[in-house]
C-alpha cells in the first residue's frame, strides 16, 4: 500500500479526512495555510474576549461533527438543548416560541406550527400541510435542485409571511440565502434531515467554548495522538504528479519547498481548490468553478448589563436575524456579550461599522427593552465575504465527487457532492467519504467500500 497522504487544508474536512486516514495506518501531513486550524470554524482573541470568526449553530442530527467532537474529548464543548425550543422575538410584539413535542414525527412538530402567533392561524394550518408535503419530496432527486425553495413555496399557497416568518427564518440561517436563492434540494434536506423526519433532529447545539477551543486546541490533540504531522502556516502553492507521486510545492516560515506523497487530499475552499490544481486534466473543475459564494456579518455588542434572557433567539421583522448570548463562552468579565448572525449579508457586507451601529443598536432597542438603558462598551463587525457556497438551484451539478479521477488526488470540503448544505456536518461528511477513496484508490477498496475510477 502507498502510504504517505498529504491533506491540504486545516478545516473540519481536512480534520476528518487526517484523522480517518491515520486510522487506517496512511502516514498523514496536515498543511494549513493559516497560524491555527479550524478553518472557517475558528476564534480569535479580542482584548478580553474570545470571539468566535461567525457564530456556529448545529442540529442533533449532526452526527458526523458530534462524532468527531467526541474523538476531539471536546463532546462537551456543545449544549444540545434537550427539545428544541426558539424564542422568536419581534419589535413592540410579544415573543412567541417554536417548539416541538415528545411525539413520533411529524407529529412532534404541531404545537411549533399551529401555536406560532407570527403567523394567522390559516396560515398556520397551510404550512403544516406544507410540512407534510415537503416531507414527501426526495432531496437527492435531481430534479428538486433546478427549483427556487420560495418558488415552490409560493405554488404550495403560502402567503408572503409564512415564507418569510416561518419557512425563511430557518432556510435562511441553515443555507445562508434567502428562500428565492436557494435551491429547492438544499431546502428539503434541511427540513427533511435536520427537522421533519426524526422527533429530535432539529434540537439546537450551542458551542459553550470558543470554536478554537473545540476546533484548533483538541482537534491538535487527537492528531498528535493519531501521529499526524500537522505543518501550520504553510500553504501549498501547486500540485503536480510525476512516476514516483505526487509533488506538492509549498510556502511556509520556513521559505519554500516540495512536500512528495502517494494521495493528496485538497480539503480547501472551491476558490483555492480551482487555483491549485490549474493545469490538472480535470474535467469537473470547469463546472465547480461556476459556484460562487455568499457572505455572513457578525456584529458583535457588549453592554455593560444584561439585556438578553435567553441563550439565544430568532427574530422577525428586524434587521436582526439571530442572537446569541455569548458573555460566558467568550469569557467575558463584565455585563453581557451578544453576537447578532446575519445570514445572506449580501447588503450588509460592504457597510461601514458606524453605519451598521446606527442600523443595529436601535433595532435592539426595539427588541430589548433593558437595552434601551444600557450601556454598549464594545461594538464591533466581523465580516466573512465567502462565508458558504451560494447554495441556489442548479449547484447540485456544480459540486464534485471526492474521487476526482486521477489517481491518489482527492477532493473533500462542505462544497463538494455531499447532498449536505455547507455546513459542519457536510465538511466532516466529506472528510469521511475522502479517507474512504484515499484508502479504496491505495489498498483494499472492497473494504472501503466505495468505487473509484483510475
Ligand atoms: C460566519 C460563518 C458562520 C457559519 N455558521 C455555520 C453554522 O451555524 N452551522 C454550520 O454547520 N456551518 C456554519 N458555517 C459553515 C461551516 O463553517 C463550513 O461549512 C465549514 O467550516 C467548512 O469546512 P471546510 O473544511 O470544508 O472548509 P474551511 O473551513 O474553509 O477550511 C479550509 C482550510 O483550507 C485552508 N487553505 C486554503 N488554501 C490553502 C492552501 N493553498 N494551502 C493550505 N491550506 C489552505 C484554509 O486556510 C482553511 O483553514 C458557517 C460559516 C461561516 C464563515
Known amino acids: 500500500m502507498n502510504r504517505a497522504v498529504l491533506v491540504v487544508g486545516g478545516g473540519l474536512a481536512g480534520l476528518t479526512t487526517a484523522l480517518r486516514c491515520a486510522d487506517q495506518g496512511f502516514e498523514v501531513t496536515l498543511l494549513e495555510a493559516r497560524p491555527r486550524l479550524g478553518g472557517a470554524a475558528g476564534s480569535f482573541r479580542r482584548g478580553d474576549l474570545d470571539v468566535d470568526t461567525g457564530q456556529h449553530v448545529i442540529l442533533r442530527c449532526y452526527t458526523a461533527y458530534r462524532a468527531l467532537l467526541r474523538r476531539f474529548g471536546a463532546a462537551d464543548g456543545i449544549h444540545v438543548q434537550p427539545k428544541l425550543r426558539i424564542p422568536v422575538l419581534r419589535p413592540d410584539a410579544p415573543p412567541s416560541v417554536l417548539r416541538r413535542w415528545q411525539a413520533p414525527a411529524p407529529l412532534h412538530l404541531a404545537p411549533a406550527l399551529l401555536g406560532y402567533r407570527a403567523l394567522a392561524p390559516a396560515e398556520r394550518l397551510g404550512a403544516a400541510r406544507t410540512a407534510l408535503a415537503l416531507r414527501a419530496l426526495d432531496p437527492a432527486d435531481p430534479e428538486l435542485d433546478e427549483h427556487s425553495f420560495g418558488d415552490w413555496l409560493r405554488s404550495r399557497g403560502e402567503s408572503a409571511r409564512a415564507v418569510d416568518a416561518l419557512w425563511g427564518l430557518l432556510s435562511v440561517a441553515a443555507l445562508n440565502a434567502q428562500p428565492d436563492r436557494s435551491s429547492l434540494a438544499l431546502a428539503v434536506k434541511v427540513f427533511r434531515t435536520g427537522v421533519l423526519d426524526g422527533t429530535d433532529s432539529a434540537d439546537i447545539g450551542i458551542p459553550r467554548r470558543p470554536l478554537g477551543a473545540l476546533h484548533d486546541t483538541a482537534a491538535h490533540r487527537a492528531l498528535h495522538a493519531a501521529g499526524v504531522r500537522v505543518l501550520l502556516r504553510t500553504k501549498a502553492v501547486g500540485l503536480r504528479r510525476d512516476a514516483l507521486g505526487w509533488r506538492v510545492p509549498v510556502r511556509g516560515r520556513g521559505g519554500e519547498d516540495v512536500l512528495n506523497a502517494d494521495s493528496v487530499v485538497v480539503a480547501v475552499p472551491h476558490q483555492h481548490a480551482t487555483a491549485l490544481l490549474t493545469g490538472l486534466p480535470l474535467p469537473a473543475v470547469p463546472r465547480w468553478s461556476g459556484l460562487s459564494a455568499a457572505p455572513i456579518v457578525n456584529v458583535h455588542v457588549h453592554y455593560d448589563r444584561a439585556v438578553l434572557a435567553e441563550p439565544m433567539a430568532a427574530v422577525l421583522d428586524s434587521p436582526v436575524q439571530w442572537l446569541f448570548d455569548r458573555t460566558a463562552i467568550a469569557g467575558a468579565r463584565h455585563g453581557q456579550y451578544l453576537a447578532l448572525s446575519l445570514s445572506a449579508a449580501q447588503d450588509l457586507l460592504d457597510r461601514r461599522t458606524d453605519e451598521l451601529r446606527e442600523l443595529f443598536l436601535p433595532a435592539l432597542r426595539d427588541l430589548l427593552p433593558a437595552a434601551r438603558r444600557a450601556r454598549v462598551d464594545d461594538f464591533f463587525v466581523t465580516r466573512e465575504p465567502r462565508a458558504t457556497f451560494d447554495q441556489a438551484p442548479g449547484t447540485r451539478a456544480m459540486r464534485p465527487a471526492a474521487d476526482t479521477g486521477l489517481t491518489g488526488l482527492v477532493l ?23 479517507a474512504r477513496v484515499v484508502r479504496a484508490a491505495t489498498g483494499d477498496a472492497r473494504q472501503a467500500g466505495v468505487e473509484v475510477s483510475r
Open 412 to 434: 473533500a470540503g462542505a462544497w463538494t457532492a455531499t447532498g449536505w448544505p455547507d455546513t459542519l456536518e457536510g465538511a466532516v461528511r466529506s472528510g469521511e467519504r475522502a
